[in-house]
């Protein structure tokens, strides 16, 4: 296989994982409401952040994942706990056998009980992996879509651990379907290039905006050239209608409209709910109940039908054996596959090619810090090597904490555009990491100095 070739000639026993540091990274997003919804109503977008070394290479892989402030602590130390898997180990053959590399890392046989491939431990993992694809890609000069849209179906394959999936899609099941896209790749990538991929935003319709901000920032996008927006709802109806009608006067009915309610709701009550906002013809309602409850997104996706709204979640699904059954299940309309909440590029690959298979468009869940750096990658891998089509499909943008990043997403007329740097967009800015370096950068001193004492 061709890309593992060129590894083979590029690296060798020497070159191994020799250093990791996790770090505790927040912003106090809190402050201005950004990112509040029905459920977490002051969000300090964090990440526990990943710096691995590889002894013999300049190349430094960074990776993190997403949290939302408090408890992000927690999941530095589950890094920690993880890396002495890690450190020590050849790179090449981590990366010529990622399946099985990514199999230990979650089968380690004391930690797993925390939560095989889930919780704290997966949210761990996934700063992991994201670091080990950030230097993949930087050692092969290629930002982390096209690594993966050079490989061949066999490798692209390889990197899955298709156990506890393979009753929904089995290794030579997922070969067909890569296989029947591989001829026509080349077309799609230039086609990714002159076109980008399009996207809805949700930076207007924080829950706790004001009307008015509303309506400026929908006016600002518009002007942007974004054509679907996203609101959150589930606090009270009556205040989801108003914040609904003041957006359909902005944008119009043309123009579409999401909804999502952060897993605000009972069943019957997401029911309700959206019997009352259906008048505003959202797209999807998103997350309308737990994230676990397969049965009642079934029937809530039934009963939504005569509405022609559609049900979209995945963003807290907490691995592939979860997507499995939602689309075992006709539970989903949209599949939002989450960057870091899943295992790392290796299960997002598999989550992909099952959607491809059950026939679900993938929609991936954004924003938070470093989220829309990161699937994008996803996304345009899915339209060259797996679906090969953006109908019915589009990525989330919250234009937040872009600034802090390397190589920030480039947005224009609604869509995002192919990232050209090496790596997987993770990289953090320095100045950034050592500011919001939680508790003892600049930014976080200044703000614990100023609250008063208990």
């Known amino acids: 296989m061709a890309l593992f070739k060129s590894l083979r000639q590029k690296l060798g026993p020497e070159n191994v994982v020799s250093e990791a540091v996790v770090r505790d990274i927040r912003f106090p997003t809190s402050l201005e409401a950004h990112g509040s919804d029905a459920v977490h109503t002051d969000p300090d977008y964090s990440a526990a952040y990943v710096e691995l070394r590889v002894s013999g290479l300049e190349a430094v892989g960074h990776g993190h994942t997403f949290t939302l402030g408090r408890g992000t602590e927690v999941v530095v130390s589950a890094v ?26 979650t089968n380690e046989s004391q930690l797993r009980w925390l939560g095989p491939e889930k919780g704290v431990t997966h949210l761990a993992l996934s700063a992991i992996i994201n670091s080990l694809w950030d230097v993949w890609g930087k050692i092969e000069q290629k930002p982390v879509w096209k690594l993966l849209a050079d490989m061949t179906p066999e490798e692209t394959v390889s990197l899955i651990d298709f156990r506890y999936i393979s009753d929904a899609v089995s290794k030579e099941e997922a070969l067909v379907i890569l296989r029947e896209k591989f001829p026509t790749r080349g077309e799609r990538e230039e086609r990714a290039r002159r076109e980008g991929y399009p996207l809805y935003t949700t930076s207007v319709g924080w829950l706790g905006y004001s009307d008015d901000k509303i309506r400026e920032l929908c006016s600002r ?36 409209l999401m909804m999502d309610a952060n897993q605000r709701w009972d069943t ?6 959206m019997t009352r906002l259906a008048k505003f013809k959202p797209v999807w309602i998103e997350e309308p109940t737990s ?43 949209f599949c939002q596959i989450d960057a870091c909440r899943l295992g790392g590029v290796n299960e997002l690959v598999a989550v992909v090619i099952m959607a491809a298979k059950f026939g679900v468009p993938v929609c991936p869940h954004a924003g938070g810090v470093g989220l829309c750096e990161y699937v994008q990658h996803l996304a345009f891998f899915d339209f060259i ?60 001193k200044t703000i614990l100095e100023s609250k008063p004492s208990s």
């Open 291 to 333: 994230p676990d409850d397969i049965l009642a997104h079934a029937k809530i996706r039934q009963a939504l039908r005569k509405f022609g709204i559609g049900v979209a979640t995945g963003e807290h699904a907490h691995n592939r054996v979860m997507f499995k059954q939602f689309l075992q299940a006709e539970a989903m309309d």
């Open 385 to 444: 090597c797996v679906s090969g089509t953006k109908d019915g499909r589009v990525v989330e943008f919250v234009d937040h904490l872009h600034e802090h990043f390397v190589e920030p997403v480039t947005v224009k007329g609604g869509c995002y555009w192919l990232p050209g740097r090496p790596g997987y967009s993770g990289e953090m800015l320095p100045q950034s990491l050592d500011e919001h370096e939680y508790p003892h950068g600049a930014v976080w």
């Open 221 to 256: 996008a518009l002007g942007e050239g974004i054509t679907q927006f996203k609101m959150k709802v589930g606090v009270n109806v009556e205040d989801d209608a108003r914040r609904a009608q003041v957006i359909r006067d902005q944008i119009g009915w043309e123009r579409s």
């Open 80 to 105: 920690n706990a993880l890396l002495p898997l890690v450190v020590g180990r050849p790179l090449l053959g981590i990366l010529t056998d990622f399946a099985g590399f990514w199999r230990g890392l």
């Open 268 to 273: 019957d009550e997401a029911l309700a709910h």
